[in-house]
């Protein structure tokens, strides 16, 4: 019952078209308290109501995932993500919108609404409603969920030291926020050329939530950033074992190994990481992949 290993056979139940076996499971073996720490497996689950259809479900069931979110910005994006790509933008994004009007000042209909407004292309209208979320947040969770928010997308439309800003200002609220110390860690070293500054924020982060995946990833580079190659390698096969098939973590050790002169370990990452980039349709990564895997098999 391990979160890792039941994502896993979620995974693979959704892979194989085979929503019964993530019913079965969920509600045989899971209980309704071990589930609601599990917010992106809970929206497993309701892709599987869906597909079984069983839409009231699938949508009560997303709903429970986006509670047990909670101010976890990333699984929110994740899970709304996952909503639109099983019931479709135009329904989410219509149905969120009228939930919304009929509550204006419901914090928890407003969250959903930043990030489907960040997926449609309207930035602008995403920040305006996180700052909205902010103004009316009554719990901690909702202030960082807001600062968080806003400090993303203003990273997103290079408004970077203002980004910056709002990262620091949700770590005034929570020090530990490991999103907020992930997200300044890689703004500084990535967007601002500063990886010695952004590495005490990743070892931060890592110290914070140690098991999340993404966080490990931020760690293993900033420390290939600052020219530490046997801690990121190590940092990033900590990050495959929580999440396999995670095409950053792939393509960063395969640059760590291609630094290190480790050509055939190289080889192997950056196949990997091209396979699952295929498979999971990121177009993102799959040019620079492609890249490296040029320039290794060139012997550069």
């Not at 139940?13 to 599990?38: D, H, N, W």
């Not at 030291?161 to 200002?169: H, N």
Request: glycine share 6%.
């Amino acid at each position: 019952y391990r979160p890792v290993l039941v994502r896993s056979y979620f995974n693979a139940c959704r892979r194989a078209k085979r929503p019964q076996g993530i019913i079965a499971f969920a509600t045989e073996k899971l209980s309704s308290r071990v589930l609601q720490t599990m917010p992106l497996e809970t929206a497993s689950l309701a892709w599987a109501y869906f597909q079984v259809g069983d839409k009231e479900k699938a949508s009560e069931t997303y709903d429970t995932a986006l509670a047990s979110a909670g101010p976890d910005f990333m699984a929110y994006t994740k899970i709304i993500s996952d909503m639109v790509m099983t019931l479709g933008k135009e329904a989410v994004l219509e149905s969120a919108k009228a939930r919304s009007a009929a509550d204006p000042e419901n914090v928890e209909k407003l969250k959903v609404l930043v990030h489907l407004f960040q997926m449609s292309g309207q930035p602008d209208k995403a920040l305006e409603t996180c700052v909205r979320v902010e103004q009316l947040a009554s719990r901690t969770g909702d202030t960082v969920f807001a600062l968080v928010g806003q400090g993303m997308l203003l990273e997103s439309m290079d408004k970077l030291q203002e980004s910056k800003a709002k990262y620091e200002a949700a770590l005034k609220v929570d020090p530990d926020q490991s999103i907020a110390l992930n997200n300044l860690a890689y703004l500084l070293a990535e967007r601002l050329n500063q990886p010695a500054e952004g590495l005490p924020y990743a070892k931060h982060a890592e110290r914070a939530n140690p098991m999340n995946a993404d966080v490990l990833d931020t760690l293993g580079w900033l420390l290939y950033l600052n020219n530490r190659l046997g801690e990121a390698a190590g940092t990033l096969l900590r990050a495959l074992e929580v999440d396999r098939e995670n095409v950053p973590i792939l393509y960063h050790l395969g640059l760590v190994h291609k630094k290190r002169g480790e050509v055939d370990e190289a080889l192997f990452r950056l196949k990997a990481a091209k396979k699952a980039c295929e498979a999971q349709g990121n177009k993102e990564y799959l040019p620079k992949i492609t890249k490296e895997l040029e320039e290794l098999s060139k012997g550069g």
